[in-house]
C-alpha cells in the first residue's frame, strides 16, 4: 500500500512538473531625469568639457567604511567622466577654493579659479529598502510593487558660466538579486546580506549611467531578469530562480 501512494505522489508531481512552463521575471527600478535642452546644446558643442566633482562634506559621525564606499564611488564617477572623454578637475580644489572663499563665490567665479566649465554636484548616495516593480514578460498582469534593496544617486548639474542648473537627476540602481529581497509575508527580515560585490556591482552601473546622462543620452531602467515558472495558461509568476 505505501508502495502504491509513493508511485500515485511520484505521478501527481511529475503531473504538476509537466504543466510549469518558464517564464521571464523582470525585476525594474525607474530613474527619475530631468536635463534642459541648453544642457544638450552645450555637450554638443563641447564634448570634452571641463567638469569638477563637487561632494558633500562628511559628517563626524561617519565611519571609516562609509568614507570608504564614498570615495570608492566619488573616484568611479570621475573615472567614468575620464573614460567619456570629459577633461575632469581635481574636487579638492574646488573644497579648498570654497572653504577659502566662504561661500562668497559666483558660480562663474568659482569656474574660473577652478578652470571648468561644468560643476556635477553629488546631492546624496544612500542604499536601502527600495520600492520597485516585478511582472512576468508576456503576461497581461500589470507590473506590483515590490520591496527590493538598491542603491540612489541623487544630484545636479551646473554651467558655471551661467549658474544655470541644467539639470537634476535620481539614478537607481537594483541589487544584482532582487529574487532575494522579497520579503517573506510576516517578516521584517530578508533572506541575505548584501556584500561589497553587490554594492560594486550597483556603484558601476549607477556611474556608467551617469555618464551616459552628462553626453546626453537616455537613462533607461534598472531591470534584472530571471527564469522562474508558472502553470501552463496561469497569469501568475513563481519564485525566481
Known amino acids: 500500500m505505501k508502495i502504491i501512494k509513493s508511485l500515485a505522489l511520484v505521478l501527481v508531481l511529475l503531473a504538476a512538473v509537466s504543466c510549469m512552463v518558464p517564464t521571464t521575471i523582470v525585476y525594474q527600478l525607474d530613474s ?12 554638443s558643442q563641447n564634448p570634452t568639457a571641463k567638469i569638477v566633482l563637487r561632494v558633500p562634506g562628511y559628517s563626524k559621525e561617519i565611519t571609516q567604511a562609509e568614507m570608504t564606499t564614498y570615495e570608492s564611488l566619488y573616484n568611479d564617477i570621475e573615472r567614468k567622466l575620464l573614460q567619456a572623454q570629459f577633461t575632469v578637475r581635481d574636487r579638492s580644489l574646488l573644497r579648498e577654493v570654497l572653504t577659502r572663499a566662504g561661500g562668497e563665490l559666483s558660480y562663474s567665479e568659482i569656474g574660473k579659479k577652478v578652470d571648468t566649465d561644468i560643476i556635477l554636484e553629488i546631492v546624496s548616495f544612500q542604499k536601502g529598502t527600495l520600492t520597485g516593480t516585478t511582472f512576468t514578460e508576456g503576461s497581461a498582469v500589470p507590473p506590483t510593487p515590490v520591496d527590493v534593496f538598491g542603491a540612489v544617486l541623487e544630484g545636479r548639474i551646473i554651467l558655471v558660466a551661467s549658474g544655470e542648473v541644467v539639470g537634476m537627476f535620481t539614478i537607481r540602481e537594483i541589487h544584482p538579486h532582487p529574487e532575494y529581497w522579497i520579503r517573506p509575508e510576516g517578516s521584517r527580515t530578508y533572506a541575505v546580506d548584501v556584500t561589497e560585490a553587490d554594492i560594486d556591482a550597483m556603484k558601476s552601473a549607477i556611474t556608467k549611467k551617469l555618464a551616459d546622462l552628462l553626453k546626453g543620452l537616455d537613462v533607461p531602467p534598472s531591470r534584472i ?14 519564485r525566481s530562480k
Do not use: E, F, Q
Open 225 to 238: 531578469t530571471r527564469v522562474g515558472y508558472a502553470a501552463a495558461g496561469s497569469s501568475g509568476w513563481g
Open 32 to 43: 527619475d531625469v530631468s536635463l534642459k535642452d541648453s544642457w544638450k546644446a552645450s555637450i
